[in-house]
């Protein structure tokens, strides 16, 4: 089975999301083009919800994954919050009608002006990352007349074991409170005016295919909740953050019914089963729902390579450039042609450039292939270098499909320029 499947599978030779096939949507849309699976999302969603039925909790799904309206829309129809992380995601969250006491609001950077925004909007928690972070808020809380909702972001100091650039729960990482000075910020925040202590919460990095890491996380929160409930500060909601991985290739992430069938088992042995929690997925719920079409556009034999030149490129999607990830590709349609090994790379003028290498493919110029598994972090980190409008993207479900962002035009790209005088 295709990541993503069942509802991204072959049938016969062509490639379908749920009863769209790929080509099709391709030839109605254009390339670039992200299609993502509606029931995909659902699909994904369910088991964490399973799992967490019957305990006080909130899903937060974390936007910065896929932020489209339209994802955000299926999400809160779904029952989901939203972790946000900066003023533009907010904005977006409002656009689409959501209930602002369903949202934690994350970042290590928040402005002065994004405090206010969500204070007067009134989110559900700010999760704070360091005590000049917890004075800010204070202090823009109190000018308002309010009382900020805060978790305190604990660096447990544990190795999720993933790549280095999505790793943020080690100590040398810039997020959160060391957990070594967690308590004293926390005495600290319930001093300070503005601030009403609701939560606690961590996240170890992304793209986590252990369940350990999270123990361990979870064990030196509960060492804290612990502390500080024996000092007399209530702590009311544990946020674990977000981080479970999902398959590109040949990884095996535990479910999301086994990760949270661990976590509640931990938390009930050491007497907290009555604690509301928080969950923060991005990945694992959109991620496998997702691919990026793009037409061949080139095929470049080489002495010791072949390129396979597609009209999508690092600006449409990064995680190769930036993170060496390696994605599934595969041909829209099968052809009866030998395959032969290409490096696909997309037109941008780098050689950090590629979407995939060393990958046996049977095409032919004019073809489609699917990056799969582009659902997350794909269109949400999209780029216009190289003046490069930025992709469509379409919602699938059955056999329907709508437009759910328009392809942008070059000139959307320097609306905002001048000309200098003269
Ligand atoms: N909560 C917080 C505070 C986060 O920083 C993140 C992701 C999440 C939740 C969601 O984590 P997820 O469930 O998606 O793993 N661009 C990278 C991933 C960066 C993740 C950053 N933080 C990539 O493409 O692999």
């Known amino acids: 089975m295709l990541p993503g499947g069942p509802f991204i599978a072959r049938r016969g030779k062509d490639l379908f999301i749920e009863d769209c096939a790929a080509r099709a949507l391709a030839a109605r849309f254009g390339t670039p083009l992200y299609v993502y699976s509606r029931s995909a999302m659902l ?65 290590l950077g928040k402005t002065r002006a994004e405090m206010r925004r969500a204070l007067v909007a009134g989110v559900h928690c700010f999760n704070v990352e ?37 790793s943020t729960g080690l100590k040398d990482n810039k997020f959160g409170v060391a957990h070594d000075r967690a308590l004293a910020a926390y005495r600290h925040a319930a001093r300070l005016p503005g601030l009403e202590v609701v939560g606690i919460d961590c996240h170890i990095g992304s793209q986590i295919t252990e369940v350990a890491p999270y123990l361990d996380a979870l064990d030196r929160l509960l060492d804290l909740v612990e502390a500080l409930e024996a000092e007399g500060l ?64 080139y095929l470049k034999p080489g002495e010791h390579k072949n390129f396979c030149v597609v009209d999508a490129a690092m600006n449409d999607l990064m995680r190769p450039a930036l993170y060496q990830a390696t994605m599934g590709i595969v041909a829209c349609t099968l052809r ?62 059955g056999d329907q499909a709508w437009l759910i962002r328009e392809r942008e035009t070059a000139a959307e790209l320097f609306r905002g320029e001048r000309l200098l005088p003269g």
């Open 43 to 107: 699909a994904a969603l369910a088991p964490w919800q399973r799992a967490l039925a019957g305990r006080p909790h909130r899903l937060c799904y974390a936007m910065k994954a896929n932020s489209n309206l339209a994802v955000l829309q299926t999400f809160a129809a779904a029952g989901c919050g939203f972790d946000i992380v900066s003023g533009g995601e907010l904005e977006r969250v409002l656009a689409v009608g959501v209930d602002p006491a369903r949202v934690v609001f994350s970042g």
């Open 130 to 166: 360091s005590e000049a972070e917890l004075e800010l808020l204070s202090e823009v809380a109190t000018a308002l007349g309010r009382r900020a909702p805060v978790s305190l972001r604990v660096n447990p100091d544990v190795d999720a074991k993933t790549h280095p650039y999505i």
């Open 234 to 297: 209530p702590i009311g909601h544990i946020d674990l953050g977000g981080g479970l991985g999902i398959r590109y290739t040949d990884e095996t992430p535990p479910g999301a019914d086994v990760l949270i069938a661990a976590l509640l088992a931990r938390i009930d042995a050491r007497g907290h089963g009555e604690r509301a929690l928080v969950f923060e997925p991005g990945r694992s719920l959109v991620g496998n729902a997702g691919v990026l079409l793009s037409e061949v556009l």
């Open 336 to 397: 009866d042609l030998p395959s032969l090994v290409y490096d696909v790379v997309g037109p941008v003028c780098e050689s950090g450039d590629w979407l995939g290498r060393d990958r046996a493919l049977a095409l032919a110029a004019g073809d489609h292939v699917a990056v799969l598994s582009a659902g997350a972090y794909g269109m949400s980190m999209a780029s216009n270098y190289n003046t490069r409008p930025r992709a469509a993207e379409v919602m699938v479900q």
